[in-house]
Every structure is written in C-alpha cells, then in structure tokens.
C-alpha cells in the first residue's frame, strides 16, 4: 500500500503502511493451537485450549463455544504493571478487551460445525507498543484455527464439517495531526485526535468497529476513510494469516 499524501510517519511508515507482521504458528507445544503474532513492537502470544463437551447449560444442543480471555505481562508495557490477580479483581479495561475478541472470533464459526466441543483462546501480551487488541483477534484467529483442526484430527469434529466460516482480522487506524493513519504505534496512538479498532472477515465485512474522538470530532469524510483503510489493512493481514496457515 501507497501514501497518498507524501506524509512520512515516526517510524519511515507512509499513513497506509501497517507495522511488519509475522506471526509464528505451533510457538507453545502444549496447546492444541498457537502463535506468536508480532505487530512491529507488539507481541501476544495467543493460544487455544480444545475441550471435548460444552458448559453445561450448553449440553445436548449440539453446537460448540468459542470465548476468550486477554492480559498483560507486568513488564509489556514501560513501567511495570501489577498483576491483576495481585489486585483481586480483572479490570474493566481487561473485560473488554476480552469480550471483543471472543465475539470477533464468534462472528466467524459455525457454532453446529464445531460440534459440542469448546475453544478457549487466551491472549497474552509480551509486550506492547500500540494494537494489542487488534494484534491478540489477528493472531487469535491462527490459533484456533489450528486447534479446530486439532479436535477433527482426534475425531472430536467431524471430516467434512467446516466450523469456520471466514477468517477474521482486525486493525486499528486514527487521525494524527489531521492525517488519517493504518495501524498506530503507541507514540501515534497517545496523541491521536480519532482513535479507532476495525475487525472484519476476510471477504470484506464489518464484524465490529470501535472509534472514539479523542481530541476532536471527526467528520463523515474523515469515518469514510478511516474505514477504507482499515478494510484494506485487514485484507493484508488476512493474506499474511492464509501465508501462516499454509493456504496461500
């Protein structure tokens, strides 16, 4: 992807460049499904636990369930952190962050195709610079990828069942100095006047977009391409996902 405008960001990045992305599929040997996703900076290791049987309010209406849970490591960020579990309760921030990435993932599974099993996809960030919800949905969508074909391998999903139904993806994008930008580091991020997360599948629809006027309002123009390119941001990452998982 091309600037338009000739603006050249913090890091050489023109305003439609994301961050180099790798993510490093099989990282942890003990989960049925993982990857190490990196976004520049930001790294979040996203694993998926594959149990055979559903919560028990589920039990017998054979369909599956996907939910998710996200944190930080005490030192992800400058200055340490206190864990969470050393507080006593989960933050606010915390519960979000880990709603959204289970209805992203949801939005993207054929709950009777999963069977009665369940998928459980922690995120972990190791550290952090800016998109660490966005970084934990992309990677996410690796892991249980791996894991659903974890559970069909062992006979847990039937062979030509197909839980999944999209791939998923998810981007953040804001204006900076009146520019808007694809995918913000957290320098960009701190100083944003519209701060917002894209999530879509990967044939191009919206699954959930969350943006806010940090500093000042933003115009129906500005949405419209804020939203451009958050969907042609996807649309790389969905390509380096199908580049991960062996598809492309």
Same mark, same amino acid.
């Given at each position: 992807?091309?600037?338009?405008?000739?603006?050249?960001?913090? %890091?050489?990045?023109?305003?439609?460049?994301?961050?180099?992305?790798?993510?490093?599929?099989?990282?942890?040997?003990?989960?049925? /499904?993982?990857?190490?996703?990196?976004?520049?900076?930001?790294?979040?290791?996203?694993?998926?636990?594959?149990?055979?049987?559903?919560?028990?309010?589920?039990? /017998?209406?054979?369909?599956?369930?996907?939910?998710?849970?996200?944190?930080?490591?005490?030192?992800?960020?400058?200055?340490?952190?206190?864990?969470?579990?050393?507080?006593?309760?989960?933050? /606010?921030?915390?519960?979000?962050?880990?709603?959204?990435?289970?209805?992203?993932?949801?939005?993207?599974? %054929?709950?009777?195709?999963?069977?009665?099993?369940?998928?459980?996809?922690?995120?972990?960030?190791?550290?952090?610079?800016?998109?660490?919800?966005?970084?934990?949905?992309?990677?996410?969508?690796?892991?249980?990828?791996?894991?659903?074909?974890?559970?069909?391998?062992?006979?847990?999903?039937?062979?030509?069942?197909?839980?999944?139904?999209?791939?998923?993806?998810?981007?953040?994008?804001?204006?900076?100095?009146?520019?808007?930008?694809?995918?913000?580091?957290?320098?960009?991020?701190?100083?944003?006047?519209? %701060?917002?997360?894209?999530?879509?599948?990967?044939? /191009?629809?919206?699954?959930?977009?969350?943006?806010?006027?940090?500093?000042?309002?933003?115009?129906?123009?500005?949405?419209?391409?804020?939203?451009?390119?958050?969907?042609?941001?996807?649309?790389?990452?969905?390509?380096?996902?199908?580049?991960?998982?062996?598809?492309?």
């Amino acid at each position: 992807m091309n600037a338009t405008d000739g603006t050249v960001r913090i %890091d050489g990045r023109t305003t439609t460049d994301h961050r180099p992305v790798t993510i490093e599929r099989g990282w942890s040997t003990q989960a049925e /499904g993982s990857a190490l996703i990196s976004f520049g900076n930001t790294k979040v290791l996203c694993t998926a636990s594959f149990t055979n049987g559903v919560p028990r309010w589920m039990a /017998g209406k054979g369909t599956g369930w996907v939910t998710a849970e996200y944190s930080m490591l005490p030192r992800s960020t400058n200055e340490r952190m206190q864990r969470e579990s050393i507080k006593g309760k989960v933050g /606010g921030r915390t519960h979000e962050i880990s709603r959204l990435i289970g209805r992203s993932l949801r939005a993207v599974v %054929d709950m009777k195709g999963l069977g009665e099993n369940t998928l459980v996809l922690d995120c972990d960030v190791l550290q952090a610079d800016g998109g660490t919800r966005t970084a934990s949905i992309t990677g996410a969508y690796v892991a249980m990828a791996d894991a659903i074909e974890w559970g069909r391998e062992r006979g847990f999903i039937g062979k030509k069942a197909t839980p999944l139904t999209d791939s998923v993806q998810a981007i953040s994008v804001g204006i900076v100095g009146g520019v808007p930008m694809l995918d913000l580091a957290y320098e960009e991020d701190s100083r944003a006047d519209t %701060d917002m997360n894209i999530v879509t599948t990967g044939s /191009g629809a919206f699954i959930e977009v969350q943006g806010t006027a940090e500093h000042a309002p933003f115009d129906r123009d500005e949405l419209n391409a804020l939203l451009d390119l958050g969907l042609a941001g996807n649309a790389s990452l969905a390509a380096v996902q199908r580049s991960a998982l062996g598809l492309a």
